[in-house]
């Protein structure tokens, strides 16, 4: 599938809208633990079996997205949207087939498996693109894009909610809930494949810099720089804080102020996740496009030097204050959005944007390996406390001060970032221009 050029007089903010829909669909991932109570009860899982394709789900977006990275720069995003839209919405209606006949390992195969294909494929699907249309806000451009991602759960609990209270929560209504996804998210994703274009020229903005300006570097040799590796720690290590507080948020704050005059209730608690969830959309569009004024280094100076800062204010005084440890869950959570909207733009700068979908696809293994190692850090040391006798907010004082020490770890990674050594550099880096004009010729 030849990657579609835009027509001349084709306005760039149709592509955003395009990603927007690939991602707020993806983005539904955030809302599975919707499904665990009722999956639990229909098919009598553990808690941990009721996981299971969720957690394979994360895990085949990485691998997804770091092997299929060149496949997705080379083909274009029409080709990726379409492998995104068949992976994620088959994805659901395997699953809606192992609920029907009570096999949850076809649940497994299909949300986890298939499903977390097309979220990897998907969710990188947009990135290259969009820093081709915006040379001159590539920032704001993948935050628009990825703050879908992490605003789909807004949409998606609700409504996922609601479909199991109409059709039941028995196997039968979890199967045509899983239908009902499928089927509607097919539709919705298609809306971007057919408005995605890629530009017809190097140059797509008037004034701007030309999208190829600068060092080119193709992915086989990024990740033989010591630049890819120190933003691989940078964004696994901010991940890591901020999954850390998500994954425990509603016990956490209950935890935090149960021995206190004001204790949390569980819909305050709830209430609380969904502030998490609001900060974490607000800060990929907000702190990205920030990053396009103050520079990405700058901005992960703020990410991880603040982020340690709002991390010490919680262990030292966050317990004796609701609104401080409220302010500062949200400013970490707006910093973990911000750090996933503003990497690509960080790697188009080091590395160009011959190969930057490819290359950010192979960082994403940062993501996965945060995915285990934050609620990991939070959870064993919280069941270790609590064997120990330990309660309240003794439970997190050390996973906090680990959180603390892995930020500092970013924060230097970030400051030894340097441009890339110029024998790294393609000195023709030309082939998708190349393509383009070609085709251009051909539809002449």
Not at 142 to 150: D, E, H, V
Not at 194 to 219: C, I
Request: net charge neutral; proline share 6%.
């Amino acid at each position: 599938m030849s990657p579609p050029v835009a027509p001349p007089g084709w306005s760039r903010w149709l592509v955003p809208p395009a990603a927007l829909s690939v991602h707020l669909s993806i983005g539904q991932a955030y809302a599975w633990s919707v499904f665990k109570p009722p999956l639990e009860s229909a098919l009598d899982l553990s808690g941990t079996q009721s996981a299971l394709p969720f957690q394979l789900g994360i895990v085949m977006l990485g691998l997804s997205a770091a092997f299929g990275g060149t496949l997705v720069e080379r083909n274009g995003p029409r080709w990726a949207m379409t492998v995104a839209l068949i992976c994620f919405s088959s994805g659901f209606l395997i699953s809606a087939l192992g609920a029907a006949t009570e096999q949850y390992w076809l649940i497994v195969l299909g949300y986890g498996f298939v499903g977390g294909i097309g979220l990897g494929i998907g969710y990188i699907s947009p990135v290259s693109t969009l820093i081709k249309w915006f040379p001159d806000r590539p920032g704001m451009a993948t935050g628009i894009a990825i703050m879908g991602f992490g605003g789909g759960a807004l949409i998606a609990s609700p409504w996922s909610a609601q479909m199991l209270e109409s059709f039941g929560s028995d196997s039968s209504g979890i199967a045509l809930a899983f239908l009902v996804h499928g089927l509607t998210y097919a539709v919705f994703m298609t809306l971007g494949v057919l408005l995605v274009r890629v530009p017809r020229s190097e140059k797509p903005v008037e004034g701007a810099p030309s999208a190829l300006a600068g060092p080119q570097v193709a992915a086989r040799s990024a990740v033989r720089t010591p630049q890819f590796w120190c933003l691989w720690v940078v964004l696994c290590m901010n991940v890591t804080a901020g999954i850390g507080i998500l994954e425990k948020a509603a016990p956490m704050i209950t935890d935090f102020f149960a021995d206190t005059s004001t204790p949390v209730s569980v819909s305050a608690a709830a209430g609380f996740v969904a502030l998490l969830s609001a900060a974490n959309m607000a800060g990929r569009i907000g702190w990205s496009s920030t990053s396009d004024l103050i520079g990405r280094k700058n901005i992960y100076r703020v990410y991880l030097g603040v982020g340690a800062v709002m991390y010490a204010l919680i262990a030292l005084f966050g317990d004796s204050s609701k609104p401080l440890f409220i302010l500062c869950a949200l400013v970490i959570l707006s910093f973990y959005g911000g750090g996933f909207a503003t990497v690509p733009a960080y790697l188009k700068d080091l590395f160009g944007t011959y190969q930057v979908g490819a290359i950010h696809g192979r960082l994403l293994t940062a993501w996965s390996t945060a995915g285990v190692l934050g609620p990991l850090i939070v959870n064993w040391i919280a069941d270790r406390q609590e064997d120990a006798g330990k309660h309240g907010s003794s439970l997190y004082g050390l996973s906090f001060v680990i959180m603390i020490g892995l930020l500092v770890v970013g924060f230097v990674a970030n400051e030894l970032v340097r441009p890339v050594n110029v024998r790294h550099h393609i000195p023709a880096p030309r082939q998708e221009a190349v393509d383009v004009q070609r085709q251009q010729s051909e539809s002449a």
